[in-house]
């Protein structure tokens, strides 16, 4: 299973890597830089494990409160923070990054690196088949892409501020993307809390991970749209400008 693990594991990322390189098609970044920002995710995800079995002692999986503080600290905090660092580390000097665009792209990169090794990780720990399917599909269509997400949402601000001087940054994305993540794994800790409890509440936060993906994916696009239409603007390509009506304004 161990070859398997590892093959299925990087699949996932792997193709959400294409499908963000599809989106900056017009204006690829250059592949040196997106496999450096890849790598540092990825080589952050052993040492976020790390601390991450430092701090979970501090909180019972058993009470809502202590599900809290596992989903909001001792995952997304250092998760998010990690990738923050991977992205800031890896491109946030390098000339390439000069575009609203690529701040999606670098960190969606970032996200999608630490989220290849965590999935690795998670199979090698299965050994039944079906078990192993079910951690594979489940994790591939949630838990990987809302690792791109919550970075992508980063990204976003990290550009704005950059390039048009406004919005809350990286440190304003990075809050919203702990809080995004904490929101999905809070769903997953407290309801398992609940359910250990024979409390049935359970049952209202199983649809919540798949709302915050499904959710968090229409936002990061709208995201996207702009930050592309925007660099658009920039580069003269006005016929590729596609803001609402009356939103010109953000252009001055």
């Known amino acids: 299973m161990n070859w398997l693990a590892a093959v299925a594991g990087a699949l996932p990322a792997l193709v959400l890597m294409g499908c963000v390189d599809r989106l ?10 997106l496999r450096r920002v890849a790598v540092a995710g990825a080589l952050a995800t052993p040492l976020v494990f790390f601390a991450e079995r430092l701090v ?30 991977a992205l800031y580390w890896a491109v946030w000097r390098h000339p390439a990054f000069d575009e609203r665009l690529d701040g999606i792209v670098y960190a969606t990169r970032a996200g999608l690196g ?5 999935n690795v990780g998670y199979l090698l720990g299965t050994r039944e088949a079906v078990s192993f399917w079910l951690v594979f599909w489940l994790r591939a269509l949630l838990s990987v892409p809302s690792h791109a997400i919550d970075a992508g949402f980063m ?13 809350p940054g990286l440190g304003g ?8 993540h904490g929101l999905y794994n809070a769903s997953l ?14 049952m209202f936060f199983l649809p919540v991970p798949v ?18 239409a925007l660099d658009d603007a920039a580069h003269g390509n006005i016929p590729h400008l596609r803001l ?9």
């Open 24 to 33: 900056d098609a017009q204006r690829p970044e250059p592949r040196r830089q």
């Open 211 to 228: 709302l915050t993906v499904a959710g968090g994916y229409l936002v990061l696009r709208s995201m996207a749209q702009r930050a592309l």
């Open 173 to 180: 994305g990075l809050v919203l993307a702990i809080l995004w």
């Open 244 to 252: 609402p009506k009356g939103a010109g304004f953000i252009l001055n």
């Open 155 to 167: 990204g976003y601000f990290a550009a704005r501020r950059r390039f048009d001087g406004h919005g």
């Open 189 to 202: 800790f407290v309801g398992s809390a609940l359910a250990h409890q024979d409390n049935d509440a359970f």
């Open 114 to 118: 630490f989220a290849l090794v965590e």
């Open 56 to 85: 979970t002692p501090l909180f019972s999986e058993a009470t809502v409160a202590g599900a809290l503080g596992l989903a909001f600290i001792a995952t997304a905090l250092l998760e998010e923070s990690a990738k923050a660092l």
